[in-house]
């Protein structure tokens, strides 16, 4: 439920809050609450020997450091293999789309990167398999579709 309807909700009870107070509290919640867990999981996917990665944008209309509003987000997925054990994904926003994302989730990685071709991908000592629009299809040849 967007910030602006919890806040109208909220009166109704009779507790006054506003919208930047809201975000605040999950903002902070967040940090406090799921970085650990976030950092947690990293550390077993870093550890596997090859990595997906692919990154795509949103629009953001309010930007909280002042810049243009019409501006984007990246949101970036990072998923293990599921033949190295159990799968894990993981999703980085981010206001920016450079290397430096890539290289600072990466920073232990000692395996494959597998990407669309995106030059930020070029890693200095990573192996990069390009699939280009490939990696975007997902095809499983042991389920068939319903009657």
């Given amino acids: 439920m967007p910030p602006y309807r ?4 909220w009166k109704r009870y009779g507790l006054l809050i506003n919208d930047k107070n809201l975000l ?9 609450c799921l970085s650990p867990v976030f950092e947690f999981m990293k550390q077993p996917l870093t ?3 090859m990595l997906h990665v692919d990154e795509t944008y949103t629009h953001i209309i309010n930007r909280s450091d002042g810049k243009s509003g019409q501006s984007n987000t ?3 997925v990072f998923r293990s293999v599921s033949c190295q054990g159990p799968t894990i994904v993981l999703f980085q926003s981010s206001l920016s789309r450079s290397r430096s994302v890539l ?3 990466t920073v232990n990685l000692k395996g494959t990167i597998i990407c ?3 030059s930020s991908c070029a890693l200095k000592g990573a192996l990069i398999f390009i699939l280009r629009a490939y990696c975007h299809v997902t095809w499983c040849p042991t389920k068939t579709p319903s009657s």
């Fill in 6 to 9: 919890q806040v109208k909700e």
């Fill in 24 to 32: 605040n509290w999950v903002i902070r919640t967040t940090e406090d």
């Fill in 47 to 49: 550890a596997k020997s």
């Fill in 74 to 76: 990246y949101n970036w």
């Fill in 103 to 105: 290289e600072d989730f």
């Fill in 116 to 118: 669309d071709g995106y």
